[in-house]
């Protein structure tokens, strides 16, 4: 039987993400840099500590972004920026949409409370398909940790062995199957459209 909950990760599975083009946007916004940006937020380890729950509250974060940036960026072009940097994968997203008919469904991403709140903004594709989102900042903790996992599931209450996790980095594959849940470590829709066959949906239309 298939498994009763499958999660998907959000960036380059349901939709190629460019942190270039974002760099590019901020910089429009601010008149800053992509390369100081780049230093300021990702380099530094601030995305990694607000991914990991360093700053729960939307605001105290987009207070502390604008701090390091030194330019003060409202929450709607913060949005604009992000969004400008998300490419929706329309087939995964339709094989998503079709599991979704047989298991429940989940996305599970290492971000912060902006992306959290405000899905429905930044990717209406993903947010019409996925009512369950969460972000690795709820946990305290990010992915791979195996953890993350655990704190994950037992807010969903569905145990790991019934639970199969769709990611690109191996890393998180890894940390999820720690954790004992299936996983498949997401590299092409040809490869996905395989498992999910081999995992026990019987969908009609699936290629390859």
């Not at 974060?61 to 604009?80: D, K, N, P, V």
């Not at 429940?104 to 899905?119: D, E, F």
């Not at 992915?143 to 037992?154: N, Y």
Request: charged residues 25%.
């Amino acid at each position: 039987m298939p498994p009763r909950l499958v999660i998907f990760d959000m960036d380059d599975v349901l939709c190629h993400y460019d942190l270039g083009r974002r760099l590019r946007a901020l910089s429009q916004i601010s008149g800053k840099t992509p390369r100081d940006i780049r230093a300021a937020i990702w380099d530094s380890g601030f995305e990694d500590d607000a991914d990991s729950g360093g700053y729960p509250d939307a605001d105290v974060y987009l207070a502390e972004f604008s701090y390091r940036i030194g330019y003060t960026i409202t929450r709607q072009q913060w949005i604009a920026a992000r969004r400008e940097s998300m490419i929706p994968s329309g087939d995964v997203l339709a094989l998503a949409e079709a599991i979704g008919k047989v298991s429940r469904l989940a996305i599970y991403t290492n971000n912060g409370p902006i992306v959290k709140s405000s899905l429905d903004e930044l990717f209406p594709e993903a947010a019409a398909i996925f009512k369950e989102r969460y972000c690795s900042y709820e946990f305290g903790t990010k992915k791979p940790d195996p953890d993350s996992f655990t704190k994950l599931l037992a807010q969903i209450k569905i145990p790991p062995s019934d639970t199969w996790f769709i990611d690109d980095k191996r890393s998180n594959v890894q940390g999820a199957k720690l954790a004992g849940l299936k996983a498949h470590h997401f590299r092409s829709y040809e490869a996905l459209a395989k498992d999910v066959k081999s995992m026990g949906f019987a969908i009609a239309g699936i290629t390859p």
